[in-house]
Structure formats: structure tokens, C-alpha cells
């Protein structure tokens, strides 16, 4: 493992995505060594800082407030995020409303990567989020909105933002736009990217060098490597792309097919929204520490107290989305000559830009906002799933920044001979060549996605069953 100390290397120009690119990845994908000692150092890190998560009524929020005539929760200087309500109309006539996260900015995304011994590895951060399972969990270099890293709040300058923002700091291996949760954000995007550097690079003590491969062993671990870095890795190139001549190479359908498909399921759906005063969404029912749905089946809107002492802003207060439930977020794969096919829908969620994103084969993220449908398609398959067809099972959180304890089962399965070969129309074979190409345009795959695609790609290095 790399240490404070650095060698300085020649700069190598990667071609993204490559033959050249993926033989470096797939070096440092082959470099686990050490990997056990991380879980360590995250620990000693929670112990240096002082940490505390409080829930309080929402009359205790600090520079937060209930606006007048429509409850919206927002900020006093209009900037961060507000929480509004939404209103759903089908098109076959069901509607519904709920609380949304409105955040317009887009944040930052990013991972510092550099060779030491010919070997890439990447420069994470024992990250602090007041939603955390466990506090502190492995996340990118820099994971920042726009206005922490303009620093609307006043506090410390935001650690290595600037490889992120000023041109010729580094080579871009990666640079993509990218969605989040398309149920609980309001046409919300981040900038994923991946700068490679040569230079000298000071090490912080909240931060550490881990090669591709010792991230990959972290992600079999609960709640360990956060929603943030997942969604970055999901875009680097891990695997080189297949002859255009090999057997299977263009998969059961063309890219041209495949994204022919996913145009006509986004102009098909019908589905309207608009944003209404938070007091006029049906059915959900304020008290002085929440905002519930009736039913208690979705996720509540709570208030938190925060304190981290290696913060740029060291206190705060702040509203968050609280998870009733862990979600299920499952795919289905199977071998073909040209390398894995993965089984994806294409799932409408009414926060997402377009209206449809590639999804698992299963996505339900806390029991969506409206009732699942029976039943969800190929569900009691991936939970029947037998022990050997079972290639990657883990309790992973979502982004602890908007959400309180919000996890989901993310869940690998190969597909049996059994598995049925009709599918209903929004879903689709994809190869994991067409994945990776695909993964480069913004706003065409969920989150639970990308941390799948992540996911897939550590199965080789982990000794998993599955010649990905």
C-alpha cells in the first residue's frame, strides 16, 4: 500500500475508454493487498474526531426555516437544498403526492488518481455524513455541492477541490454527469470524474491512497463504501472492450436497438409532475420532529442536530429524508462468449430528468411512493436464488448527506437455465460492453445501477464465481 511518501512517474495520457486504460485498471484491480487494514483506519479515524447526530424538533434547525404559506422547508440563503412537495399524475389516472429533495446545483463528484510502482491507485477519504450507517465510510477524494465548495456556509475550504475545477491539474479519465435518486431528488445531478496526477500530493490524515482492487475487496463489506465513490468507479473502464468481431461482441441487441428502446419507453410515459407547498401533499402529516406518510411506509422528512469536528463547518443543523425500511436493489446476470450480459428495465421515477433511466432488474428503493406492482417482475427469483448462483450479496448505504440510514440489499444473481427468455418490454439484455459505453452519457442509468455495474466489476478480483 502507498504511503505519504511518493514516486513521481512519467505521465501517461489515458485513452478512455481503451485497451490501454483498462490493462492499467485491471493492474490495480489486481492489488488487494492490504485491504484488511482499511475497516481499521476508518475506526481510528471516527475516534480522532468527535462526532454526534441528534434528532430535534424542526423548530430547533438553525438558518432553516418554515416557509410561510407553503411549509416548505428551505434555507435562509436560498441555496443547499429545499424540501417541497411534489405532485404525480399518471397517465392511466393514479396520482399522488410526496416530499421532494429540490436541489438544483450540481455537485462534485471526484477522485484523485496517481501510479506509485506502475500501479494506479486512487485517494479516498474517511468521509463524514450526519446519515451514515457507521458514521464514517469510504468516499471520494472530494464529495461536495456547489455551494460547500463556494462556500456559502462560511467554513474551510473544501480539500483537493481544486484538481477538480482548473484545467491541466491532471489527465480526466473520467468526466460524466450523472443522476441520483430519481424518487426522493427533484432532477438531480452530480459531476462524476477521475483525475490522474503526477505531481506531489499531500496526504491529509482523513485521506488515503488504496489501489482499485483493495476498494473492490471493501465493497463485500456492510456499509463501508459510500453511494458517492461507487458512482464514480461505476464509469471507469474497467474491462477491455471485446473484438467487434467475437462471437456475441454486439450482444441480443445493437447499441443503435438498445437505445432505440430506451427513447421510445421515455417518450411513452406519461407521467406529469409539478411542485405544490409541502403542507398540501395527500395523505402525509406534520408534528414538531416529522413529516409522515399516513401509512408509515415511505420515508419521513426529520430534522438532525450535527456535530464533526473534521468538517469544513464543524456544526450545523439540518433536515433529512428517513428511511422506514432497507430497499432491494438486485441483478440478473448470465455469461455469453463476448463476456456478461446484464437484465435491465427501463423504470420511470418521477424526479429523473427524462423520465427513464436504466434500473436493476429489481429496484425497490423503500417501498417507492406509491404501491409496487404484483408482482414486481423476476422479484422471488433473485430472493430464491440458490447459494451457488448467488455472486455478490451486501447491505450497502445511499448518500448520507440527504438521507438518514437509507440502505438497500444489493444483490448479484446468474441467471438458471430456468430463467424465463420472455421478458415484459421495458426490459432488455445488455452487454457489459454496451454497460460501459453506455455509463459515459449522463442521466441514462439509476444510482442502484451504477453501484451494481461497480459491484460486477469486483466480482474477478474478489474470487467470485463469475468470469466477468
Known amino acids: 500500500m502507498a504511503r505519504a511518501a511518493e514516486t513521481r512517474t512519467a505521465d501517461r495520457p489515458a485513452r478512455h475508454p481503451s485497451t490501454e486504460a483498462a490493462a492499467r485498471l485491471a493492474r490495480s484491480a489486481a492489488a ?42 428551505v434555507h435562509e440563503s436560498g441555496r443547499f437544498f429545499a424540501i417541497r412537495g411534489l405532485e404525480v399524475r399518471e397517465e392511466d389516472g393514479r396520482a399522488w403526492s410526496q416530499p421532494i429533495i ?13 501510479e506509485f510502482d506502475g500501479v ?28 460547500n465548495y463556494t462556500r456559502v456556509h462560511q467554513g474551510l475550504a473544501t480539500p483537493y477541490i481544486e484538481y477538480f475545477l482548473a484545467a491541466g491539474r491532471g489527465t480526466v479519465l473520467t468526466d460524466v454527469l450523472q443522476s441520483e435518486q430519481g424518487d426522493s431528488f427533484l432532477r438531480k445531478r ?15 490524515p482523513d485521506w488515503r491512497w488504496l489501489t482499485l482492487g483493495q476498494i473492490h475487496r471493501l465493497l463485500a463489506v456492510d456499509n463501508l463504501v459510500n453511494m458517492d465513490a461507487r458512482t464514480v468507479l461505476s464509469s471507469l473502464p474497467l474491462r477491455p472492450p471485446a473484438p467487434a468481431d467475437a462471437e456475441g ?29 409541502l403542507d398540501r401533499v395527500d ?14 411506509r415511505h420515508q419521513r422528512v426529520v430534522a438532525v442536530s450535527v456535530v464533526a469536528g473534521n468538517r469544513e463547518v464543524t456544526r450545523w443543523t439540518q433536515p433529512l ?71 455478490y450479496s451486501a447491505v450497502l448505504s445511499e448518500e448520507g448527506g440527504r438521507f438518514l440510514r437509507r440502505a438497500n ?28 459505453r453506455f455509463i459515459q452519457f449522463g442521466n441514462h442509468f439509476t444510482v442502484e445501477a451504477r453501484t451494481l455495474v461497480t459491484c460486477l466489476g469486483s466480482l474477478r478480483d474478489r474470487g467470485a464465481r463469475w468470469s466477468a
Open 409 to 436: 440489499r444489493y444483490l448479484i444473481t446468474a441467471a438458471g437455465a430456468d430463467f424465463p427468455t420472455d421478458l415484459p418490454d421495458h426490459y432488455r439484455w445488455v452487454t457489459a460492453d454496451q454497460v460501459q
Open 249 to 277: 461482441a454486439e450482444g441480443v441487441h445493437s447499441d443503435t436497438e438498445v437505445l432505440s428502446w430506451l427513447n421510445e419507453l421515455k417518450t411513452r410515459q406519461g407521467r406529469e409532475t409539478s411542485l405544490v407547498p
Open 120 to 147: 494506479l491507485h486512487f485517494l479516498m477519504q474517511a468521509k463524514m455524513e450526519p446519515g451514515n450507517i457507521g458514521t464514517i465510510q469510504l468516499g471520494p477524494t472530494v464529495q461536495a455541492t456547489r455551494s
Open 190 to 204: 452530480n459531476r462524476n470524474l477521475v483525475v490522474e496526477v503526477t505531481g506531489e500530493v499531500e496526504v491529509r
Open 32 to 73: 488487494v493487498e492490504g485491504a484488511e487494514e482499511v475497516p481499521g483506519w476508518l475506526a481510528d479515524r471516527r475516534r480522532a474526531g468527535t462526532f454526534r447526530v441528534e434528532r430535534i424538533p424542526f423548530d430547533r434547525l438553525e438558518k432553516w426555516h418554515t416557509e410561510a404559506g407553503t411549509g416548505d422547508l
Open 321 to 391: 429524508l428517513a428511511a422506514e425500511r432497507t430497499g432491494l436493489a438486485a441483478l440478473v446476470v448470465r455469461p455469453s462468449p463476448a463476456g456478461p450480459q446484464l437484465l435491465l428495465q427501463g423504470l420511470s421515477q418521477p424526479g429523473t430528468f427524462d423520465g427513464v433511466e436504466l434500473a436493476p432488474t429489481v429496484q425497490c428503493v423503500s417501498d417507492g411512493f406509491s404501491d409496487l406492482p404484483e408482482p414486481v417482475p423476476f422479484l422471488d427469483l433473485v430472493l430464491a436464488a440458490p447459494p451457488e448462483r448467488v455472486l
Open 283 to 296: 395523505r402525509w402529516r406534520r408534528t414538531e420532529t416529522e413529516i409522515a406518510h399516513t401509512e408509515r
Open 102 to 114: 429540490c436541489q438544483p446545483e450540481t455537485g462534485i463528484l471526484g477522485i484523485l488518481a496517481k
